[in-house]
């Protein structure tokens, strides 16, 4: 488990230091996506709620307190009330979407409290980059995500995938922000990333039915960074083909220093030609001057 370092300090804090790691927004925030998003602003960005991810990670740490006043009935009365279940939302309970989010992952008060705030600082970094809205199109949008793909193949909703999502995104757009591991040693966020999308991944070799929970909670992330990787991938190549052009006309050109007026043939067709200026200021070989040249192909 985490907790987080202000970079800059010695000292581990929940504050996010955005001056420090500049938002890499620029492949993710092109094309017609971006465009989309900034109409969706310009409409309802009004009914934005700020702090959400914030809100949410309090709800959940409120969630856990109750979790330990309840006996084991209260508790799994609890957690029914709590789980999403499919038959019971087509009955009106509604906050079935969301309240599978709430559901303790630990029983440990310090993992708890830990976890809830690195979710607030992943919260306010992600904000600050995107504004509300898009944070809250992001993370609804996900919830939702994992909701409906509950509802089609059957697992068990829990928001760990859906958090990690907040991971990625705020690794993809502050990957050098450091926090300090196990309290002592500085990690760049991207490589604890990189240990969860690995961790994901030995999950799902070990337990194909989890591919579906993994997908479905990154489908957010892969609606909002993907249109941008495969755009500046896109482009990568579009530029190594023309340098290739570039680099294979500037060889052809390079290959050879003397090439016949008239038959076009040069020293590398013939190291054995001589090439002679006439009086006109053309180069004519050797086989031209004799007579004895037959035109060169291509």
Not at 76 to 103: E, K, P, S
Not at 185 to 200: E, N, Y
Request: one cysteine or more; aromatic letters at 14%; charged letters at 15%.
């Amino acid at each position: 488990m985490e907790t987080i370092a202000h970079p800059g300090t010695s000292h581990p804090t929940f504050l996010l230091h955005v001056s420090a790691c500049a938002p890499a927004l620029s492949a993710a925030q092109t094309g017609c996506y971006m465009r989309f998003l900034d109409q969706l602003e310009s409409r309802f960005g009004r009914f934005a709620i700020p702090g959400l991810v914030q809100f949410i990670a309090g709800l959940q740490l409120m969630t856990f307190v109750i979790f330990l006043m309840l006996g084991e009935e209260g508790r799994a009365a609890y957690l029914d009330f709590l789980t999403l279940d499919g038959a019971r939302l087509l009955q009106g309970q509604v906050w079935r979407l969301f309240t599978y989010l709430f559901i303790p992952g630990t029983l440990s008060p310090l993992w708890a409290l830990i976890g809830a705030m690195f979710l607030m600082w992943l919260g306010r970094g992600l904000e600050e980059a995107w504004g509300a809205f898009r944070l809250n199109l992001y993370f609804i949008g996900g919830t939702l995500a994992v909701a409906v793909g509950s509802l089609l193949f059957g697992y068990t909703a829990t928001g760990l995938f859906l958090f990690q999502s907040l991971l990625l995104a705020f690794a993809i757009i502050y990957p050098n922000e450091e926090i300090l591991l196990f309290f002592i040693l500085p990690v760049k966020i991207k490589w604890i990333a990189w240990l969860d999308v690995v961790f994901s991944v030995l999950m799902i070799l070990g337990a194909p039915s989890t591919f579906w929970p993994v997908l479905f909670a990154h489908l957010n992330l892969l609606a909002t960074f993907g249109p941008g990787f495969v755009s500046s991938r896109l482009q990568m190549a579009r530029v190594a083909e023309r340098r290739a052009r570039f680099d294979s006309s500037t060889a052809s050109a390079a290959a050879f220093f003397h090439q016949c007026a008239r038959c076009g043939k040069t020293e590398v067709d013939d190291p054995g030609l001589d090439f002679r200026v006439n009086d006109a200021g053309d180069e004519i070989c050797s086989a031209c001057r004799s007579g004895t040249a037959a035109p060169s192909v291509g």
